[in-house]
Nanobody, 126 residues
Framework: QVQLIESGGGPVHQGDSLSVVCAAS????????MGWFRQTPDNERDFVGA????????YYGASVKGRVSISRDDAKNMLYLQMNTLRPEDTAIYYC???????????????????WGRGTQVTVSS
């Protein structure tokens, strides 16, 4: 059974840093590109960033570029999202997602992903 379980969210203050993690199981993690998305009640799922299956490339959304970093540990089947200089507009539910490795680099598109976690809430107060 495929599982993606996010954790590490919570309430923080503007300017703080936060690390969110995703624990993967039930599939061959090292063969999957991994992504982070976020969503608020009023918006569509927004691309935060992604990392290719081999960790050779990372991509970031415009709204977070320069403030976040994505990494993975294939030995532990873990995906990480380090967020710095958080802003109130970063408040959202953060989801991790998995896509079987592909030469097509549309990692910003939610429809590309095969599996999704249930998300973890991040709330940034001013």
């Amino acid at each position: 059974q495929v599982q993606l379980i996010e954790s590490g969210g919570g309430p923080v203050h503007q300017g703080d840093s936060l690390s969110v993690v995703c624990a993967a199981s039930g599939f061959t993690f090292s063969r999957y590109d991994m992504g982070w998305f976020r969503q608020t009640p009023d918006n569509e799922r927004d691309f935060v960033g992604a990392i290719t299956f081999d960790g050779s490339r990372t991509y970031y959304g415009a709204s977070v570029k320069g403030r976040v970093s994505i990494s993975r540990d294939d030995a532990k089947n873990m995906l990480y999202l380090q967020m710095n200089t958080l802003r109130p507009e970063d408040t959202a539910i953060y989801y991790c997602a998995a896509r079987y490795m592909s030469p097509v680099q549309r990692l910003y598109a939610p429809g590309e992903y095969d599996y999704w976690g249930r998300g973890t809430q991040v709330t940034v107060s001013s």
